[in-house]
């Protein structure tokens, strides 16, 4: 346990700069977003939603739908980091040179390599969460100094979104890290370039003969837009988002769980690739 807790450290110690990517981000976020709106209510008056009047429903929707897009905001800048730090977790070390000092280390590589998932998936999730909740609390007491109550539909929308970030992280990342394990030098471009290809070629094959393949761009697009789908269900239907988890199932269909399975296998994959790379 002491190693691990020290690898934890060491992880942090490297890669805090990276890791704190979407608090830098929110931050900057809401500085513009508090001049934005203080320059704006004094030339233009107050923000529209502030003058909806007496139609609560529809006061509601515009919340939730608020509050919803900046919790998705803060998943997505989550996402790309954790994302990011798959490569750097796995190869900076190879970048810095001093890859053969951290892995002649008396620690096993199933030890260094799980300190590295935790920190990466494990560690952005919970800066996730904190950094969500206190979005939530921000924007519920902004709209409270205007007679607004956001509580409920901001409480409702981070429901929506945590589901989404986990499945998310389950489907992309550990093809990210897989990527990471087989090339030292720019595996998320590399990653890309492969995707691009593979599609490129089911065009081919679809334009010239018919055959239809499966498109791995078309799936990343489709895990990362599903919030789209559901602001579009709420604004239909705005009663029929309950205040629960079981939008679980518009995430977990078929598809997704196929998706999970070969991610499993890559992770196994990369361990063995990781394992039997030069160290250098």
Not at 244 to 263: H, P, V
Request: charged content about 10%; overall charge positive; some cysteine.
């Amino acid at each position: 346990m002491q190693q691990f807790k020290a690898l934890i450290i060491k992880e942090w110690n490297t890669h805090k700069r990276n890791y704190l990517i979407p608090l830098w981000v929110l931050l900057a976020v809401y500085a513009l977003s508090i001049l934005t709106l203080i320059y704006g209510s004094i030339r233009y008056g107050l923000p529209s939603i502030i003058q909806l009047g007496v139609n609560a429903e529809a006061v509601q929707s515009v919340l939730w739908v608020m509050q919803f897009g900046s919790a998705v905001f803060i998943s997505w800048i989550c996402i790309l980091t954790t994302l990011a730090l798959s490569d750097a977790t796995l190869n900076q070390d190879y970048t810095k040179r001093c890859e053969i000092f951290h892995l002649s280390q008396p620690v096993s590589l199933k030890k260094i390599l799980g300190s590295k998932a935790v920190f990466v998936f494990l560690g952005i999730f919970l800066q996730y969460l904190i950094l969500v909740i206190v979005n939530y609390l921000m924007i519920s007491a902004g709209m409270a100094i205007f007679g607004l109550n956001a509580l409920t539909s901001g409480w409702n929308a981070i429901l929506y979104t945590i589901p989404y970030y986990i499945t998310s992280v389950l489907m992309l990342m550990p093809t990210s890290w897989f990527f990471a394990s087989l090339f030292r030098k720019n595996s998320p471009l590399m990653m890309i370039l492969f995707f691009a290809v593979f599609d490129i070629v089911g065009l081919i094959l679809k334009v010239s003969w018919g055959v239809k393949l499966y498109s791995l761009l078309g799936f990343w697009s489709k895990v990362l837009t599903i919030p789209f789908q559901l602001v579009g269900r709420k604004l239909a239907a705005p009663k029929m988002l309950s205040i629960d988890f079981s939008n679980w199932a518009t995430f977990w269909n078929q598809e997704n769980w196929i998706w999970l399975g070969i991610n499993i296998i890559l992770v196994i994959v990369s361990y063995f690739i990781y394992k039997r790379r030069n160290i250098t």
